[in-house]
């Protein structure tokens, strides 16, 4: 509406110049937070809600649902081909009204698809909020902190029926990590002399003091995510930086924008995902005998060793693009350096490999080990450390630029790059991984996988190689 309904569209002027009122602002303002909105309420449960439609307890189905991660990540990258290509055409050759429109009547396609569908889903109940059963853990904990734990773990209170006490919710098995917690479900004197149930912000359940502790072990894998999405988030900044210096040129009458690159990751993904369906796991499962070829924290590791390499492939190529500069005394701000953009491929190209081991290995990682009352929330943990290594990737600008233009210095990263270093942004960006990788690997070997008390017989084989 705000590029096609009069009143809404900004006037210009004659130089292409256009003067939004504050309405019309407002207007995009308003859209641009509905899309926050909805995809904040799209991205954690679309892929929680698809792997709860795969039964645990059918041993092909179960097989399928690793899989599924895979291919819904393949989707969402299909999809933004189609956006970077197909879209921006639209809106550069048609305009911004059917730019947008397209998109809008797909969305009510989809919409219209997912309600049809609806009487084929299974449907995961809520089992009441999450961050209530948290706060009545850490609330009953506190209230009994001068309380001992006894040593035999049975003693500690649990429903007495096969299911546990929150709906959709699997019993959980007593874990010996953050003992403190294990007050929460200590019985007392007064628990047990109460003479209705006694309040769940004074006794809580095994299975409710489990549920935070699973959550508690997620966030230290949660936080090494936060590097890697930084080495992520520099495909829409310093690569198109670099970029931009570089020769756009392909052929004699046309370039290519150095912000369409990224594309090389889209690519990237759409083509790694299926290798490393159908011929990585297979290869992977005839060597160590697990369903899925690689456990869920080795897969992440593996991407998170990729991830460097790319770092690696920038930093060289701007240490051949300075040399470049300074034999050919390349320093004004407008200078093009002779070396095609397209050999930035290589470090889109890596990036890409390293999402399909990491990005979709966490999706399938904080699913798995999630409570399953908590799957959504813990889904939507994960995805945090995407904004988390934008706002990293800022923080680390400011403090290289603070340093490094000391005493009237340029700085590594000055307005013209032909005068900087981008080279060392890029090289601290691959130290930085590798120290990350390195506090991985201790994380993981501590990392328990979470036990439900009563394994479905289809999973319990593969869960157990997992340990």
Known sequence: MASSVKGLVPSCDGSGTCHPTESQSAAVFVALYLIALGTGGIKP??????????????????????????????????GALVASTVLVYVQTHVGWGWGFGIPAVVMAIAVVSFFVGTPLYRHQRPGGSPVTRIAQVLVASARKWSVAVPADKAQLHETLDKESGIE???????????????KAAVVTAADGA???????????TVTQVEELKSV?????????GIVFATVYGQMSTMFVLQGNTLDQRMGPRFSIPSATLSMVDTISVIIWVP????????????VT????????????????????????????????????????????????????IFWQIPQYFIIGCAEVFTFVGQLEFFYDQAPDAMR????????????????LSTVLVTIVTRITTRHG??????????????????????????????????IARWYKYKKTAEYPDATKGERNQEH
């Open 194 to 204: 109460a003479a209705a149930a006694p309040s769940p912000w004074r006794l809580c």
């Open 168 to 182: 959709g919710s699997r019993k959980l098995e007593h874990t010996d990590q953050f003992r403190c917690l294990d």
């Open 216 to 224: 508690v072990r997620l966030l230290p894998i949660w936080a090494t």
């Open 45 to 78: 449960c679309v892929s929680s809600f698809g792997a709860d439609q795969f039964d645990e307890n059918d041993e092909r189905e179960n097989k399928s649902k690793s899989s599924f991660f895979n291919w819904f990540y393949f989707s969402i990258n299909i």
């Open 409 to 442: 210095r340029l700085g590594w990263i000055p307005d013209n790059l032909n005068r900087g270093h981008l080279d060392y942004f890029f090289w601290l960006l691959a130290v930085l991984s590798l120290l990350n990788f390195l506090v991985y690997l201790l």
């Open 376 to 391: 959504s929330l813990c889904s939507a943990l994960s995805l945090t450390t995407v904004a988390l290594g934008n706002y």
């Open 275 to 286: 290798i490393y369906d159908r011929l990585i796991v297979p290869a992977a499962r005839s």
């Open 289 to 340: 005998g697990r369903p899925r070829g690689f456990t869920q924290l080795q897969r992440m590791g593996i991407g998170l060793v990729i991830s460097i390499f790319s770092m690696v492939a920038a930093g060289v190529l701007d240490v051949v693009r300075l040399r470049a500069v300074a034999r050919h005394g390349l320093y004004g701000d407008k200078d093009t350096v002779p070396i095609s």
